[in-house]
């Protein structure tokens, strides 16, 4: 009998959506920036409401393309090709210039295996975390899915790697692995340069139990986290393994760090949800999430098709409101304006 997955795939999905939600205000601050803003760690793009960016946009992407085709990797793989090209068309008021130039690609009759661009950005990462859920109990399967929908838009080695780590975190994470063991798990799939020296510095800070801060700026990003997917990632890892079971904290210290906050808060959220489900995540970040038609009861009903789906019964598929999606961007791009203009000011 197949293991009941469905705590760590809703944990996943809403531990995404509210790690990228109450990350968002801070994107791109320095550290030192962020840390003033963020004082105490809520929701605070619209008088304590938080809206979702691409980070879980993608992620939702993946998991209805599963839904479509679960067994199959290239036809997940075309699936989640014209999600995105409509995703586009949306005007979304973010997207990384390499997912653009990969959707770009889509659109002007590049094929889904074709369309990726060599980036090593942190697009293909963001959106990995519910496939290594759904997969937890097939390395195979995993990695198929996983390198599929990253070589859709990210075709660098080092995307492909990280990537495939936040997949392998979260699968780990579904059967509350202990670290000794994760951290055996996670080396096979580590092959850059680039991540074998944060690997090491990881396994060593988590020896001396440095903060996630500390950790960050003996990689490199002591002014805050890039978007370089070896950063990205490697500061995530850090924060989970750092802060095991504990989600606000989890989330109170990558957001800290500066830099791509969303996304980093977004991959960490994803993996940590998946550990610690629904009822580890604080109940007023996910009452707080205010959107639409990519909602909380809408992110709850992909939970149960996709749960439905693994134990092979009959599911509805969620049906989203595309005929919102439009309106709510430009609103969406209204309020990231009138929020830069608010960093200008004062602090919170």
């Given at each position: 009998m197949k293991r009941d997955l469905h705590i760590p795939i809703l944990g996943c999905l809403l531990g995404t959506a509210v790690g990228d939600a109450i990350g968002l205000p801070t994107e791109g601050m320095?550290?030192?920036?962020?840390?003033?803003?963020h004082h105490s760690l809520g929701h605070r793009l619209?008088?304590?409401?938080?809206?979702?960016?691409?980070?879980?946009?993608?992620?939702?992407?993946?998991?209805?393309?599963?839904?479509?085709?679960?067994?199959?990797?290239?036809?997940?793989?075309?699936?989640?090709?014209?999600?995105?090209?409509?995703?586009?068309?949306?005007l979304p008021a973010g997207v990384g210039?390499?997912?653009?130039?990969?959707?770009?690609?889509?659109?002007?009759?590049?094929?889904?295996?074709?369309?990726?661009?060599?980036?090593?950005?942190?697009?293909?990462?963001?959106?990995?975390?519910?496939?290594?859920?759904?997969?937890?109990?097939?390395?195979?399967?995993?990695?198929?899915?996983?390198?599929a929908?990253?070589?859709?838009?990210?075709?660098?080695?080092?995307?492909?790697?990280?990537?495939?780590?936040?997949?392998?975190?979260?699968?780990?994470?579904a059967h509350q692995a202990d670290t000794a063991d994760i951290l055996q798990r996670l080396r096979p799939h580590i092959q850059s340069r680039e991540m074998i020296e944060r690997f090491a510095k990881l396994e060593t800070a988590l020896q001396h139990e440095l903060s996630v801060?500390?950790?960050?700026?003996?990689?490199?990003?002591?002014?805050?986290?890039?978007?370089?997917?070896?950063?990205?990632?490697a500061v995530a890892l850090y924060a989970w393994l750092r802060h095991r079971g504990d989600f606000k904290e989890v989330l109170t210290q990558v957001i800290a760090c500066g830099g791509d906050t969303d996304t980093v808060a977004a991959i960490a959220g994803g993996i940590c949800g998946a550990e610690v489900g629904e009822a580890g995540i604080p109940k007023p970040w996910i009452n707080g999430l205010t959107d639409w038609p990519r909602s909380v009861p809408y992110i709850r009903r992909v939970a149960e098709a996709l749960s439905q789906s693994l134990h092979g019964k009959s599911f509805q598929t969620p049906r989203l409101q595309t005929l919102m999606i439009l309106p709510r961007n430009l609103l969406f791009l209204v309020i990231v304006l009138a929020h830069g203009f608010r960093r200008l000011l004062p602090p919170y």
């Amino acid at each position: 009998m197949k293991r009941d997955l469905h705590i760590p795939i809703l944990g996943c999905l809403l531990g995404t959506a509210v790690g990228d939600a109450i990350g968002l205000p801070t994107e791109g601050m320095s550290r030192q920036r962020a840390g003033r803003f963020h004082h105490s760690l809520g929701h605070r793009l619209i008088f304590g409401h938080g809206m979702l960016s691409d980070d879980t946009e993608h992620t939702l992407m993946v998991a209805t393309a599963w839904l479509c085709h679960p067994k199959d990797p290239v036809a997940f793989q075309k699936s989640l090709g014209w999600s995105l090209r409509g995703w586009m068309l949306a005007l979304p008021a973010g997207v990384g210039l390499s997912t653009a130039k990969a959707i770009l690609r889509l659109w002007i009759g590049f094929p889904a295996h074709r369309a990726g661009v060599r980036s090593a950005g942190n697009g293909a990462a963001m959106r990995s975390a519910i496939l290594g859920v759904l997969f937890s109990d097939d390395e195979e399967q995993r990695t198929s899915f996983t390198l599929a929908a990253c070589r859709l838009t990210h075709t660098d080695p080092r995307a492909e790697e990280s990537a495939l780590l936040v997949a392998e975190a979260a699968a780990l994470a579904a059967h509350q692995a202990d670290t000794a063991d994760i951290l055996q798990r996670l080396r096979p799939h580590i092959q850059s340069r680039e991540m074998i020296e944060r690997f090491a510095k990881l396994e060593t800070a988590l020896q001396h139990e440095l903060s996630v801060a500390d950790y960050a700026a003996t990689i490199g990003c002591e002014k805050g986290v890039s978007g370089f997917a070896p950063n990205t990632v490697a500061v995530a890892l850090y924060a989970w393994l750092r802060h095991r079971g504990d989600f606000k904290e989890v989330l109170t210290q990558v957001i800290a760090c500066g830099g791509d906050t969303d996304t980093v808060a977004a991959i960490a959220g994803g993996i940590c949800g998946a550990e610690v489900g629904e009822a580890g995540i604080p109940k007023p970040w996910i009452n707080g999430l205010t959107d639409w038609p990519r909602s909380v009861p809408y992110i709850r009903r992909v939970a149960e098709a996709l749960s439905q789906s693994l134990h092979g019964k009959s599911f509805q598929t969620p049906r989203l409101q595309t005929l919102m999606i439009l309106p709510r961007n430009l609103l969406f791009l209204v309020i990231v304006l009138a929020h830069g203009f608010r960093r200008l000011l004062p602090p919170y």
